[in-house]
Every structure is written in C-alpha cells, then in structure tokens.
C-alpha cells in the first residue's frame, strides 16, 4: 500500500468550515457527542433485535411463520444497531467518555463482527482514503462486483446491477463466517496494529472464541430451544443475515457508488490532488435530507458528507451541520452532491453499477 498525501489546496475552506462548525456548537452551548436522544435510539434499536430472539427462545413464539418474522425483524434491528450505537461509538462520538463510547462499540460483538478489524477497515482506510483504488477497501468487493473505474472490467460486471444485491445480502454473513480472519491476516502482513494492548495471538483468540459464543447465542441456543423444525431455524438465522446485509450495503454504495462520485488516483509522487476535506465532497454524496424519520432509523448515514468531514460528531448532529457544510461548500465553489431521496439514491447507484459495467467505466478518475 502506497502513503497517500493530500494536497494543501484551498486549506482556507477546511478552517472555515471547521471555524463555522465550532461556533455551532458554542453558540448552542451544545456537545458535539450524543445525548439523550441517542440513548433512547440504542434502546429502541437494542429491543428490535433482542425482544424478537427473546420470545422466540423463551418458548411465546412456536410455530413457523412468526418464528421467521421474529427473524426478520431482528434483521432490522441488526443495522439499526449497528448503525445508531456502534458506529457512533466506535468514532467516539457516542459519549465523551472513552470506556462508554467501547463498551457501546463493543455491541459490535452482538452482530457478529469484530471491533479492532472494523475500526481500522472503516475509521482508518474507508475515512482516510475514500474512494481511492488500493486504499478503501469498500471499493474493492470480490471480482464478481466492480465498484472502481480503475479495478479490471469483466464481461460478468455488464449485470452487476442486477445480481449485485444478492451478494450485498451476504455482507453479514461474511463477517461471522470469513471476513474478520481474512481481514486480520492481511492486517498483520501490512504491519497494522489492531490494539495497543494485546498481542497478535490474543486478538486471534479473541476473534475465535466471540465467534464461537456469537454462533452459540444465536443459532446453537435457538436450535435448542425453538419448537421448529431446525431447518426453519436454520432459514430464519439466514433470513436475519441477509436482511441486515441488504440494508447495511445498500446504505453505505448509495453514499460512495454513484455517478456524481469520484475516483481520484494519486500520482507518482503519491499525491492527491485535492486536501482531504474536500476530497470528502468529492467522494461522497447525501440522501434524503429531508426524511427525518429514515435518518432516525439509519442513524444519520443519509448525510454521508457531514459524516464524512467531521466523523468525531455524532449522527444527531448531522441535520444542522449539512446547513453549514452546503452554504460553505457554495461559498467555495465546491461540490455538495445530494440525492432528494432514498429511492432516487438507490437508482443512482443502479445506474453507477450498470457504468461500471461497461467500457464507458474505466479509465475515468471521475466517474
């Protein structure tokens, strides 16, 4: 992996906007952490996926049909707590309290994944070099999908936007059964360190055994308990997954994979073109700003750009802060990309997929 360094260009807008997003907060009197709306929205989300699995293994619910919606609200309480609490909490803005903003980062355990690999995955590469070849890893799927102009186009790509959201259901799977160690291998071999305090062959036996409790909470014991056939139990768990993994990927593509996203490619000297901040307008693009219920729901994700360029505020702030990001950015001269709904995103990033897809998707930096 190369150093990527960022160019000094218009720095001036990186202090006013970060001057103007200060004063926010002072002049409000105002924490840029979350607050007791944020609480209310972990226990909300924290019912959604627990309540289900509780009344399915206390034995209230014992036939098949709400067996499987039990499974499948849980796969609607799964991203929403991965995306209101753990995300959060991971950045460090949940709390300003370092051990609540871990031990609501932890609640990843809950989903099956893996602290110490997605911090460095998403806060490290995803944030730091988004939507650059080599770097983000977002970008770069499995060969059966192409979300990068400059990664090899295949003749298969051509209906990635077809059978693209199958493979999306699978990105929860993936994390309990392969992604964590695949990921913590190539970490060690970049020379990556996870943790400040465990060593290697902790960290892997700290993997390992949340796995095995994560299978042994939520398939071994509802295979025990649940008066079903275990094949439905079988059918429900994937159900939850791939439920959970629709939502989740279909979220974070329709920030970053879509026509108004660029690719930026360093050049010799490793260097972009654009600071960091605005590569973040470059890169990334909101969603259905106006929707305050499905912000509640996803957490604030829909105004990527804000969390983008301040990833230490939490999501409850994101609403007000797109006020200042967008009349800077025009003050500026610079892009603010914004799709007017969820729906409208979604089919952006159909049209994204069926681009790349095709030789009209390569060997563009600008897509």
């Not at 000094?8 to 103007?20: A, D, G, M, Q, V």
């Not at 609490?85 to 609540?100: C, P, R």
């Not at 950015?329 to 729906?343: G, Q, T």
């Amino acid at each position: 992996m190369r150093n990527i360094k960022y160019s000094r260009h218009k720095l001036n807008f990186t202090t006013e906007l970060r001057n103007s997003v200060n004063e926010y907060f002072s002049k409000n009197n105002i924490q840029p952490y979350g607050n007791r709306k944020i609480y209310l929205k972990t226990i909300f989300m924290g019912l959604l996926y627990l309540v289900p699995y509780i009344l399915m293994v206390s034995g209230l619910v014992t036939s098949v049909i709400p067996v499987l919606v039990c499974w499948f609200v849980m796969g609607l309480g799964m991203p929403g707590l991965g995306m209101v609490t753990m995300h959060d909490a991971n950045h460090g803005s949940f709390s300003k309290h370092e051990w609540v903003n871990r031990f609501f980062g932890n609640s990843l355990y809950l989903l099956g994944g893996f602290p110490p690999n997605w911090r460095y995955q998403h806060n490290t590469l995803h944030h730091g070099f988004t939507n650059i070849e080599g770097h983000d890893e977002d970008i770069a799927p499995p060969g059966i999908l192409r979300f990068s102009p400059h990664r090899p186009l295949k003749k298969i790509h051509r209906y990635q936007h077809i059978y693209a959201w199958f493979f999306y259901s699978l990105m929860t799977i993936s994390w309990i059964v392969s992604k964590d160690f695949r990921r913590f291998k190539k970490y060690q071999k970049m020379g990556v360190k996870l943790s400040g305090k465990r060593r290697v062959n902790q960290l892997l036996s700290h993997i390992i055994l949340s796995k095995i409790v994560y299978y042994c909470v939520f398939l071994l014991i509802p295979l025990l308990t649940i008066p079903v056939s275990w094949y439905w139990i079988v059918a429900g768990f994937l159900l939850m997954h791939f439920t959970a993994g629709l939502v989740l990927s279909t979220i974070f593509q329709a920030a970053h994979v879509v026509p108004s996203s660029e690719y930026p490619m360093p050049d010799k000297d490793g260097q972009i073109e654009n600071n960091w901040t605005i590569h973040q307008l470059h890169t990334t693009c909101d969603f259905a700003p106006k929707s305050k219920i499905f912000s509640w729901f996803v957490g604030g994700l829909n105004f990527q750009v804000e969390h983008h360029l301040f990833p230490n505020v939490s999501h409850i702030h994101y609403r007000k802060i797109s006020e200042i990001v967008q009349a800077k950015a025009k003050e500026f001269n610079l892009p603010y990309h914004v799709n007017k709904s969820f729906v409208h995103a979604v089919w952006q990033h159909i049209r994204m997929l069926k681009l790349l897809g095709s030789s009209k998707g390569t060997a563009n930096p600008a897509c």
